[in-house]
C-alpha cells in the first residue's frame, strides 16, 4: 500500500544497513571512501580496490545510497547500482519497501537534510554525524507514483549536466591541444598550421625548442611595458570607493564580482596608481599562494585595485598582443617553467624580477598574434557558453527540487490525470 503524501520521519524513508566486513574482502568488488562521493552532486567520482581499505568496512548493495556523516558539511550523498564495501564514516541506507529507490536519493540530496547533518554533528576538528540523530528530521514523501515522476524529472536534469559536463571536458582538451600546436607551429600567411616535418626550413632551434623562423624569443621584462604587482599594505576597508580585488575574483580566466568584495578609500587607490594604472585587456597572474599561474583577462571594468597576490601585465604596443600573452601564459609549458621560480616556503610565490626573466615565444607579426588569439578566444567562449548553460541548469534543479520535494508544486501523474 503506497504512502499517503505527508511530512515523516527519514527512518519512514530509508533504513540503516548495518552489513560489515572485518577480515578479508571479495578482490573484485570496489572500495568507495567519502573521497569518492561527489560533493553536493550525486555522484561517485570513481573507487578503489578493495584491499585499499584494511579496516572494517561497510558493505553496500545495489539501489543503496551512500551518506557522508564524516564533515556532513560536505554536502557527500548518492546511491549505487553495485556491490561493494565503504567507509564506515559513510551511512548506508536503504529505501524502504513503499519508497521509490530513486526518490529516497532525491530525498537526501535536500538542502534541509544536509543542513540538518551538520547542525546534529559532533566534534571540532572532523565532525560527524549519526543516523540516530538525523532519523527523525522531517520530509515529505508523496505517493508512489508521484515519486517516480518527481525522480524522472530530476534525472532528467542530471543527465543534461552531466553531458554539458563532458561537453567541456571534451572542448578543454581540443583547446588544450589546439593551444600546444598554435604556440609551437604557428600559422602561415594562408592561416594554416605549420608543419614542422614537410617544411623544416621555416622553423629554427630556440632554448625553448623548435619554434618558427619569423618568431621572436624574449623575458617578459622586454616584451611587456608593465609588469606590476598589487598593494603590499593592508589598506582600511570602506563602504564606498574603489573594489579591492585578489584571486578570488579571477574566475574561468576573466574578472568577476564575488560575495566576499570589499573597497578601499579614493585617496589610497590613487596613491596605489599614482605612475600606472589598470587597463581593459591588461593579463592578471596569480603569484603567491596555492593558486600561483592562475590567470584572467581584465574586461571594462568599474575602478579597483589588487592585493599583492596578483601581478599585472602588459604587452609593449605592436610588440606583444595582450590578448596573446594571455594564452601564453595558460600553457602547460610556462605554467611548468613558473613553478620552477616559486619561493618554496610557508607561503610560495614568485618576485617581479623573477617573473620578469621568464620567456615567451611570439610572431613578429601583430597579425599572426591576432589570428591565434582569435582562434583561441572562440574556443574559449565557446567554453563559457557552456559553462553558462550549465549553470542555469543547476539554478533549474534547485528550484525543481526545492519545489517538487516539499509538495510546494505537486507533479499530476498519469492515472491521476485520466481519473
Not at 560527524?128 to 515522476?149: G, I, N, Y
Amino acid at each position: 500500500m503506497g504512502i499517503d503524501a505527508s511530512a515523516i520521519p527519514l527512518s519512514e524513508v530509508v533504513d540503516l544497513r548495518g552489513d560489515k566486513v572485518a577480515g578479508s574482502k571479495d578482490p573484485t568488488l570496489p572500495y568507495v571512501g567519502l573521497e569518492h562521493i561527489g560533493q553536493g552532486e550525486p555522484v561517485l567520482l570513481g573507487w578503489a580496490p578493495s584491499d585499499t581499505s584494511i579496516s572494517v568496512n561497510s558493505i553496500f548493495e545495489p539501489g543503496d545510497i551512500l551518506f557522508g556523516k564524516l564533515r556532513p558539511n560536505l554536502r557527500k550523498s548518492a546511491p549505487v547500482s553495485f556491490r561493494g564495501y565503504c567507509s564506515t564514516d559513510v551511512l548506508v541506507l536503504r529505501a524502504r519497501p513503499s519508497v521509490s529507490p530513486a526518490f529516497a536519493a532525491r530525498v537526501l540530496q535536500q538542502e534541509h537534510v544536509f543542513r540538518a547533518a551538520v547542525q546534529t554533528a559532533e566534534g571540532t576538528k572532523m565532525p560527524r554525524t549519526s543516523w540516530d540523530s538525523l532519523k527523525t528530521h522531517v520530509v515529505f514523501v508523496p505517493p508512489h507514483p508521484e515519486q517516480q515522476c518527481i525522480a524522472e524529472i530530476l534525472d532528467t536534469v542530471d543527465v543534461a549536466i552531466q553531458q554539458t559536463d563532458a561537453l567541456i571536458a571534451k572542448f578543454r582538451q581540443m583547446k588544450a591541444g589546439l593551444l600546444h600546436d598554435l604556440l609551437i607551429r604557428g600559422l602561415d600567411e594562408h592561416g594554416q598550421l605549420r608543419d614542422p616535418v614537410t617544411h623544416p626550413e621555416q622553423f629554427k632551434d630556440s632554448p625553448l625548442g623548435r619554434m618558427p623562423c619569423d618568431w621572436e624569443l624574449q623575458a617578459l621584462a622586454e616584451a611587456c611595458e608593465l609588469i606590476k604587482d598589487g598593494t603590499h599594505l593592508p589598506p582600511p576597508r570602506v563602504e564606498n570607493g574603489p573594489l579591492l580585488l585578489s584571486v578570488q575574483n579571477m574566475i574561468d580566466g576573466r574578472l568577476q564580482h564575488t560575495d566576499a568584495d570589499t573597497r578601499v578609500s579614493w585617496e589610497f587607490y590613487r596613491n596605489m596608481h599614482r605612475d600606472w594604472r589598470i587597463e581593459v585587456g591588461d593579463v592578471l597572474l596569480a603569484i603567491v599562494g596555492a593558486t600561483i599561474g592562475k590567470t584572467a583577462i581584465v574586461p571594462e571594468f568599474e575602478p579597483f585595485t589588487l592585493q599583492r597576490s596578483v601581478a599585472v601585465l602588459r604587452g609593449r604596443p605592436c610588440v606583444l598582443l595582450s590578448g596573446f600573452l594571455f594564452q601564453f601564459l595558460t600553457t602547460r609549458a610556462f605554467q611548468v617553467a613558473l613553478w620552477r621560480q616559486v619561493n618554496q616556503t610557508a607561503q610560495p610565490g614568485i618576485y617581479l624580477d623573477q617573473l620578469g626573466q621568464l620567456q615567451v615565444p611570439f610572431p613578429k607579426s601583430p597579425q599572426e598574434q591576432s589570428s591565434i588569439t582569435s582562434i583561441l578566444e572562440s574556443h574559449d567562449d565557446r567554453i563559457r557558453a557552456e559553462q553558462t548553460y550549465r549553470e542555469k541548469l543547476i539554478l533549474l534543479k534547485r528550484g525543481l527540487m526545492s519545489d517538487l520535494l516539499t509538495g510546494r508544486v505537486r507533479v499530476k501523474v498519469a492515472e491521476e490525470a485520466t481519473a
